[in-house]
């Protein structure tokens, strides 16, 4: 058996979006239905992101096992002719057998096109969102910003989202006016059920002037549907591309009001070991930053984490966060594999810590398994 990796392009007008739903159109079942004929055994595919119904893609990802012998390059030619014109396999190429697309760091691009103007031009009516109210571009972009960054996006998440958090990374928002048509491009690490479409409608609201930018960031602090505005229509969403993180880097470092952290990550490919420094981080907010990165550290390949809290001192020996339980360490071993300047960068990260802080371990909990 061998892994293929699909690049997929489509319109997702016709279509109530990607994942299978019992008698309705659907992206995942027409590649099914495709690759299942092409290859004469049962084909199941796993995609990277689950776009809505009537949102459209440039380059989502997905992923099937087979026993053919086509070449994996070869493959996209095939299935294409197989597929309604509304739906086209860009690339194929295999890739390792564990390889996932869901659960390999990546960076998701959409964008939104959004026709200014005064009267609708029929061929823009499946791909933008017609605004006959003048917007203030420059107001959106100063908006945005609040939003770049690590946060718990609970306000720009439907109600019935099924992800057990809403914390997210954006990376960037950028919005650009080209004669008519504004294009708002949001990069980031993931995204919740509708979140990109009620950030678009909120900053609609902000480009009219119905809202100030500075709302936004109260928006966001208030963790609540109820304070963001209308979900913007699907049809002027697409999802541009996926890239995948080809390396870990060095360090992993986020911040925002609520907390401040740095993780090194090179010695997680060799040594299965992370260090995370938590410099600052409201009591509140503490358990689920350690269950997220934690976890995250342990996705990447880690299978132990070294936790520091600088701030106060809060850890001890047998907290659990989620998965994971801390135990007590030898503070010197902590040192052993690090070289000479990571031991500086962190002795920086601990200049204004408590000078009682010291550092745990992380570990799989055995007892999650004895259910």
Not at 41 to 54: F, H, K, L
Not at 94 to 112: L, M, Q, S
Not at 120 to 145: F, I, N, S
Not at 303 to 324: C, F, I, M, N, P
């Amino acid at each position: 058996m061998k892994r293929i990796r699909l690049t997929v392009a489509y319109d997702g007008t016709n279509y109530c979006g990607w994942q299978i739903q019992p008698g309705r159109p659907t992206i995942e079942a027409a590649l099914n239905r495709a690759l299942t004929d092409l290859f004469h055994e049962p084909i199941a595919v796993i995609g990277a992101s689950r776009t809505d119904s009537g949102v459209h893609a440039r380059g989502n990802v997905a992923i099937f096992d087979t026993g053919s012998r086509i070449p994996a390059d070869k493959i996209c030619f095939a299935v294409n002719q197989r597929l309604p014109e509304d739906i086209r396999v860009l690339d194929s190429a295999e890739v390792p057998g564990d390889w996932h697309p869901r659960r390999t760091n990546a960076a998701k691009t959409y964008e939104y096109r959004i026709a200014n103007r005064r009267i609708p031009l029929p061929q823009e009516r499946l791909y933008a969102y017609w605004c006959h109210q003048p917007l203030d571009v420059d107001r959106m972009r100063e908006a945005a910003r609040y939003l770049i960054g690590e946060h718990d996006f609970k306000s720009f998440c439907t109600p019935r989202t099924q992800a057990e958090e809403t914390v997210r990374t954006i990376y960037d928002i950028s919005l650009s006016r080209n004669e008519d048509v504004i294009t708002v491009r949001i990069s980031g690490s993931g995204f919740l059920y509708n979140m990109v479409r009620i950030i678009v409608g909120t900053l609609l609201r902000v480009g009219s002037g119905q809202v100030s930018p500075e709302r936004v960031r109260e928006i966001l602090e208030a963790r609540d549907r109820q304070a963001a505005a209308e979900t913007a229509p699907a049809r002027g969403l697409t999802l541009v591309d996926i890239k995948y993180e080809e390396a870990l880097s060095a360090w992993l470092n986020r911040e925002n009001c609520h907390w401040r952290y740095a993780i090194l990550q090179t010695h997680i490919v060799q040594e299965k070991t992370a260090y995370f420094l938590l410099d600052r981080c409201e009591d509140g907010e503490l358990d689920g930053v350690l269950r997220r990165r934690i976890h995250h550290a342990f996705q990447n390949g880690a299978t132990q984490v070294y936790v520091a809290d600088l701030e106060k001192s809060r850890l001890s020996s047998g907290d659990v966060h989620g998965s994971y339980r801390l135990e007590t360490c030898i503070q010197d071993e902590v040192w052993k594999s690090l070289t000479g300047e990571e031991r500086q960068l962190i002795r920086e990260y601990w200049k204004n810590a408590n000078p009682e802080s010291r550092w745990f371990r992380a570990v799989l909990r055995q007892d999650i398994f004895l259910i």
